[in-house]
């Protein structure tokens, strides 16, 4: 049973009764790569983790096309600053599938050939503290991707890497997203935006200020907002 | 000074020939203590570890009270464990009081707040920390404390240590429960203050030294067995 679409309706997060994000109807189909963009402060980090479910709504609604345990089990979430448990590499990785009474055996091997595919076949058994910023968001990628989720948040997984960590980056989340995962992800980047997404949702104040096809919102988006964020102005 | 040198003369040479008393002591000390740690560590790292995890409306309470006890004065707790053990008292029908088990329920008391609050120290810090990402990735209650209580092992090992060295050095709750009877509930401790209420204080010291040396061993050899101070490790 597929998880998507994935339909909200007038979700509203609030904190000490100012709005941080909403309310948003929103409605994400099966298919394609979503970027959220946005000034800082936008609402776009509480926006995905609202839609992963990890942000309490105080209004709304949020639907996934299967019932909530089901689609919790398939989601993954990466941070911006991802979260190094204080373990190896490997059995940072190997983590998720442990929780899931994976034998440890299996987890561990599964951990050490996604390592491998992430480019830290070399650092398995380095503690995790000890990697690089760079290193540290491959890890948090492959210990989401471990479980194979049919849909991935990320929070801007690139911000302060380097070109060619980018890329590198970017090289795995194409090959998730050529397979099964869904991904929707926020990004400061707009190259890596018109590089990966299909789609775009354009986020202003908490709401959503645009949502549109990648190539109609890089060619002309529909709102001053947006122009004006895309030529670089300042956009309150 | 005399003193001082006597006594470093009479443990050189208690210990050399193994005085039988002084080794029968010395293993009940140990004994005592670390059952008491053993208990008082099984219930203190999993509530440390609760109270980091839960947000349940007693927490603030419950932290600040295990905060205070942590001041507990032993002899209270000594005073209130003699009036359950005794032969009046609600267990006085089990026949504890004055046996080393007794010494050991004194101890656990006084030691469990103190390395509840300590654990609870660190492992709210790594709670912090990992609290995201345990959320996200949809874990059970006892699964956010298991991935605690082993990652945050570390900082347990300095809590437990704690309790050790407040446990091993106590002297007023074992004195009233124990009733420091020879062969039977005398410790390091209790015999220190009978040599010294004597006026023996040649052996007193000597016996203090014992106690220090076995502090000392005890918190190196756990530090060695656990590689705490290697690079790289928690």
């Keep these: 049973m597929t998880m998507l679409p994935l339909i909200a309706k007038g979700a509203t997060v609030r904190r000490r009764g100012k709005v941080l994000v909403g309310p948003v109807d929103l409605k994400l189909g099966p298919n394609g790569t979503t970027m959220v963009i946005g000034p800082n402060g936008a609402g776009k980090t509480t926006l995905l983790k609202m839609l992963h479910g990890i942000v309490r709504m105080q209004k709304g609604t949020l639907d996934w096309a299967c019932p909530l345990e089901d689609a919790q089990q398939r989601q993954g979430f990466v941070f911006q600053t991802p979260v190094m448990l204080r373990r190896n590499v490997r059995d940072n990785i190997a983590y998720p599938l442990r929780l899931t009474k994976v034998p440890r055996a299996q987890a561990r091997a599964r951990a050490e050939d996604w390592a491998a595919l992430v ?3 070399d650092a398995v058994m380095r503690p995790a503290h000890l990697l690089s910023g760079g290193e540290r968001q491959k890890l948090a990628l ?6 194979e989720p049919e849909v991935l948040f990320l929070d801007e997984p690139c911000a302060s890497l380097d070109g060619r960590a980018t890329r590198e980056i970017e090289e795995i989340l194409q090959a998730a997203a050529a397979g099964r995962t869904r991904i929707i992800m926020s990004t400061h980047n707009m190259g890596q935006a018109q590089r990966l997404g299909t789609e775009v949702i354009f986020v202003l104040n908490g709401r959503i200020h645009e949502f549109n096809p990648a190539e109609d919102f890089f060619a002309l988006p529909d709102t001053e907002q947006a122009r004006a964020f895309l030529r670089g102005d300042i956009v309150e | 000074m005399s003193d001082i040198w006597g006594g470093m003369t009479q443990a050189f040479w208690l210990l050399i020939t193994l005085d039988a008393d002084l080794v029968e002591i010395t293993l009940r000390s140990l004994r005592v203590t670390l059952t ?3 208990a008082a560590s099984l219930i203190a790292f999993p509530l440390a570890a609760l109270i980091s995890v839960r947000r349940f409306r007693l927490r603030r ?14 002899v209270v707790v000594g005073l209130a464990v003699y009036v359950l053990l005794s032969r009046s008292g609600p ?3 089990l026949g504890l009081l004055f046996t080393p088990t007794a010494m050991i329920i004194a101890q656990v008391i006084i030691i469990v707040p103190l390395i509840a609050s300590i654990a609870h120290q660190s492992l709210r ?8 990402l345990l959320i996200s990735l949809n874990t059970t209650k006892w699964q956010r404390i298991q991935a605690l209580l082993w990652d945050g092992r570390r900082a ?3 809590a437990a240590l704690a309790g050790f060295g407040r446990a091993i050095g106590e002297v007023g709750a074992i004195m009233v429960v124990g009733g420091n009877i020879d062969h039977a509930t005398r410790v390091l401790t209790t015999a220190i203050a ?11 010291l000597g016996l203090g030294f014992v106690l220090i040396a076995l502090a000392l061993i005890v918190n190196l050899l756990i530090h060695w067995l656990s590689h705490t101070e290697s690079e790289g490790r928690w």
């Design chain 1, 142 to 147: 492959a210990r989401a991707l471990i479980r």
């Design chain 2, 125 to 132: 810090e790594l709670w912090s920390d990992y609290h995201d």
């Design chain 2, 91 to 93: 267990f006085g029908v």
């Design chain 1, 119 to 121: 480019g830290l076949g």
């Design chain 2, 156 to 158: 347990l090992l300095t």
């Design chain 2, 36 to 38: 008491a740690l053993l």
């Design chain 2, 194 to 204: 009978l040599e010294t209420g004597k006026g023996d204080f040649a052996l007193a």
């Design chain 2, 61 to 74: 309470v419950t932290i600040a009270v295990l905060n205070a006890l942590m001041g507990l004065p032993p």
